[in-house]
């Protein structure tokens, strides 16, 4: 299976990482996932630690639900901070799509 990656300064999925002259941070995996309603980040937090937060999509949320809310919540519930995304997994449709998409722009 091959990686893919989300470069942080432009949002563009990128199939290799150019770390001669940039730093891995800012790059963040972008997964293929095996639950068609959930998304799961996975962030590196103060001390050194990897914290899986885990949501539904936006369509099977609940009505005035607020990702960034629930994510803060999550992080002090752990007693950290979320400091660098790491992995950022999606539905498998959802990758499937967007790979391909990528992939004919890129021809």
Do not use: C
């Not at 940039?22 to 630690?49: F, H, M, N």
């Amino acid at each position: 299976m091959s990686l893919y990656y989300v470069d942080k300064r432009i949002y563009e999925i990128v199939k290799d990482l150019d770390t001669r002259f940039l730093a891995p941070e800012l790059y963040y995996e972008y997964r293929r996932g095996v639950d068609d309603d959930l998304i799961k980040e996975t962030w590196e937090v103060e001390d050194g630690r990897r914290i899986d937060f885990v949501y539904l999509i936006p369509e099977k949320r609940p009505l005035g639900y607020d990702v960034n809310v629930d994510r803060i919540k999550h992080f002090k519930k752990h007693n950290t901070k979320a400091i660098n995304l790491i992995a950022y997994t999606v539905p498998p449709q959802w990758f499937d799509e967007t790979i391909k998409r990528v992939m004919n722009l890129n021809k």
